[in-house]
């Protein structure tokens, strides 16, 4: 505007200029409002290489930055060096500014007066760098947190729902997979257990017999990790306390970890509620995540810190446990993938990839979660969430007379002879591992029939004795369930003289059967030995 309206002696003119300056102060104080309300932050000022003058900053401003409403406006600098999260960032966006003369939308994270973090959208202009290498900008500011906090949780959801698809399609596959083995392995260990206990001395013989025994129960392990994995095992929830489950976990691997030099520090939060949980599998869901951790940290430094943590998450109604190594990290490129079955980055025989696996599938069980977080070099953090109330997981499972799996030692050689005279019929459609439970009761002294399904078996109970009856439970023609269902009808007295040889049955009919039936049952693939010990409680 022209400041210098010549003066002409006139009413007239007079008048007008006095209608103009009123028209100029009205914009002036409408402005004025304008900077004061608006929702928006607006700022005015010089911005140097290393320091910044403010010229004007709204009220605005002032509550999108933090600063009590009293602050004076040229102590609310936000584009200072120091209120940038990242320096680099403030030189690329003053040489965007000095380039193109403004940005739309430019989106930096700048630190409240508080030192928080904040996701701020800048709409600016700039005049060109004065001789001094000052800028005058004038800008638009806005916080936008909300919305990217918003944006990184729909972006959590959606590879969590990716994983969920991902883990359900293989799931099917590997459940098949592994039933299909579990019979061919019950046979290879059955045979390798028969054939241990008759060498003769031959120790070439023994040991190889020894190895073909040993890793055929590290592919039975593998098995049933896919198993849990694949579809849901038999469980057993109820309210536990988590810092007493970690407490225990921890005290597993205290040796190992004194010697190697990990260490440990728990941060377990006090009056943590209750979690409807299986505790053996929140156990195993945290012995695979310290035993991953302490080898990421052992194969890079040789030695290694866990921090172990749990908190309630009241929003969530989740208590949350989170394991924190600081160790390599997990590369960017891998992260989408430590959750697959088989994805492993160890050399051959040290991993098989389902550590992660299983965990995931468990927490899933639970109707929890498991995320990673991790910089490549800046350790990695596992966070597990579990519900804390009933709602939403299914009910606990009752116990059944299950026979423990296979524990280290259980399977020495069964006496000879103890059962003279007894008869027991075998009731199996695998004829391979059929004639290695055959060949084992011979030896502890029974007489033994073979029945190649129920239909067959039925017969033979019906034309002799039995005192015990092993039995398969998926079968050709006449099933396991069949088989006792009609053969209990016809002989009341052996309703309790069953042992069922089963695959995977976790979820299904054969579950509930064995339940209501009270019968004992062991899972292929199972030791002689063990069947042997079952076979003895049953008739004792
Ligand atoms: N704390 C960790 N730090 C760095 N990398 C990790 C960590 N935990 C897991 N990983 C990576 O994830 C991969 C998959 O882990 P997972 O436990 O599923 O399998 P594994 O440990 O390789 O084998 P397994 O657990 O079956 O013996 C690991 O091979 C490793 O590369
Ligand atoms: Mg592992």
Not at 64 to 80: A, I, K, M, S
Not at 246 to 260: C, D, K, S, V
């Amino acid at each position: 505007m022209d400041a210098a309206a010549p003066h002409q002696d006139t009413d007239a003119a007079g008048a007008a200029e006095e209608a103009l300056s009123q028209v100029v102060d009205d914009r002036a104080a409408a402005f004025a409002r304008l900077f004061e309300a608006v929702h928006e932050g607006v700022y005015i000022g010089l911005v140097h290489a290393a320091t910044t003058t403010t010229l004007a900053a709204n009220p605005h401003l002032k509550l999108v930055l933090g600063y009590p409403p009293e602050t004076f406006e040229r102590e609310v600098r936000p584009f200072d060096v120091g209120r940038f999260a990242d320096p680099q960032a403030r030189v690329a966006f003053l040489e965007r500014l000095a380039n193109a003369g403004s940005v739309a939308d430019y989106l930096v994270r700048l630190r409240r007066a508080d030192n928080t973090l904040a996701w701020i959208e800048v709409t600016a202009t700039a005049d060109p760098p004065d001789s001094t290498g000052a800028m005058r900008i004038e800008a638009l500011v806005r916080d936008v947190s909300e919305r990217k906090h918003l944006e990184v949780q729909s972006r959590d959801l959606y590879y969590q729902l990716l994983q969920t698809e991902k883990m359900a399609a293989l799931g099917q596959t590997i459940s098949g997979v592994a039933h299909e083995l579990n019979n061919p392995l019950a046979t290879i260990l059955s045979w390798a257990e028969r054939l241990s206990e008759h060498t003769d001395g031959n120790a070439p013989l023994k040991r190889g017999l020894d190895v073909i025994l040993s890793e055929s129960e590290r592919a039975a392990r593998i098995v049933r990790n896919l198993l849990t994995f694949a579809r849901k095992r038999q469980s057993t929830r109820a309210l536990v306390d988590l810092n007493e489950i970690i407490r225990e976990t921890l005290n597993l691997r205290a040796y190992e970890q004194r010697i190697t030099n990990i260490t440990v520090i728990p941060a377990l939060a006090a009056g943590l509620p209750a979690v409807f949980a299986d505790g053996h599998q929140v156990k195993q869901v945290l012995l695979n995540l310290l035993m991953n951790a302490e080898q990421a940290m052992l194969g890079a430094n040789g030695r290694g810190t866990i921090v172990i943590r749990t908190w309630h998450d009241s929003a969530k109604q989740m208590v949350v446990m989170e394991v924190n190594d600081d160790g390599p990290g997990v590369a960017e490129d891998v992260k989408g993938k430590i959750f697959d079955p088989f994805f492993t980055t160890k050399e051959v025989g040290k991993g098989t990839g389902l550590g992660l696996t299983v965990a995931y599938a468990i927490v899933q069980e639970h109707g929890g979660r498991i995320r990673l977080e991790s910089r490549p070099g800046a350790g990695a953090s596992f966070f597990v969430e579990f519900p804390m109330s009933p709602v939403g997981v299914a009910a606990p499972a009752r116990r059944m007379h299950q026979t423990p799996p296979p524990a280290a030692g259980s399977a020495a050689a069964p006496q000879r002879d103890v059962f003279k005279g007894a008869r027991v019929l075998v009731v199996e459609d695998e004829p391979a591992l059929a004639s290695a439970v055959k060949e084992s009761f011979v030896d502890a002294g029974f007489v033994v029939d073979r029945a190649g399904d129920g239909e067959e078996g039925l017969a033979l109970v019906a034309e002799n004795h039995y005192d015990l009856i092993v039995c398969d439970l998926k079968m050709p023609r006449v099933d396991g369930i069949r088989f006792y269902r009609a053969m209990t009808a016809a002989t009341p007295a052996l309703a309790r003289r069953v042992i069922f040889v089963t695959g995977d049955v976790a979820g299904t009919d054969a579950e509930r059967f064995l339940e209501e039936s009270g019968c004992r049952w062991l899972s292929k693939p199972f030791r002689l030995g063990d069947l042997l010990r079952a076979a003895r409680e049953a008739l004792a």
